[in-house]
């Protein structure tokens, strides 16, 4: 009798499966960064910033770069990273294929922007709550009291 591909599975079953898959995620990642920090290594620091390893599919380095000018510049050096990392631990890669992503740029610019704390860097000086308590006294009743409360600001940024 034929086994029933929509039965039922056990749990078991189904995570044993999964965790195969994972730890095969998990070790494509690892060697996808250990391929990046022998890219760092070729190309320097700041160049490797604005670059990623993408993909390492049979005996192809596949590079993103973050615009057209660096895809340009690793283009010229394809050559000598080419060699150093067959020296540094690659001896297989046949061949490097770069890419430009500029969505990978906005990702990354994002992520600094998250990362960094925002800093209130609106504060109101003394010298100009003085300076709108004089308007406030020549003004008309409502816009004096609107005045006043904003210039009161200042003493809040004091304390």
Do not use: F, W
């Not at 749990?11 to 391929?35: T, V």
């Not at 992503?101 to 704390?117: C, G, I, L, T, Y």
């Not at 709108?132 to 008309?140: F, I, N, S, T, Y």
């Not at 009291?145 to 304390?159: D, G, S, T, V």
């Amino acid at each position: 009798m034929a086994k029933d591909r929509y039965a039922p599975k056990t749990l078991d079953d189904l995570m044993a499966n999964m965790s195969s898959r994972m730890s095969s995620y998990i070790g494509k990642s690892q060697q996808l960064n250990h391929h990046q920090e022998l890219l760092t290594q070729c190309v320097g620091a700041t160049m490797a910033q604005k670059c990623r390893i993408s993909n390492y599919r049979d005996s192809i380095l596949i590079i993103e770069a973050q615009s057209a000018a660096v895809a340009m510049r690793l283009n010229y050096m394809k050559m000598s990273i080419l060699s150093d990392l067959r020296k540094n631990g690659l001896p297989e890669l046949s061949q490097i294929k770069i890419q430009t992503s500029p969505h990978a740029a906005a990702n990354q610019r994002a992520q600094e922007q998250k990362a960094q704390p925002v800093v209130n860097s609106r504060v109101l000086s003394q010298q100009t709550a003085d300076s709108l308590l004089e308007v406030a006294e020549h003004a008309p009743a409502s816009l004096k009291a609107k005045l006043e409360k904003l210039a009161a600001h200042a003493n809040k940024a004091k304390r």
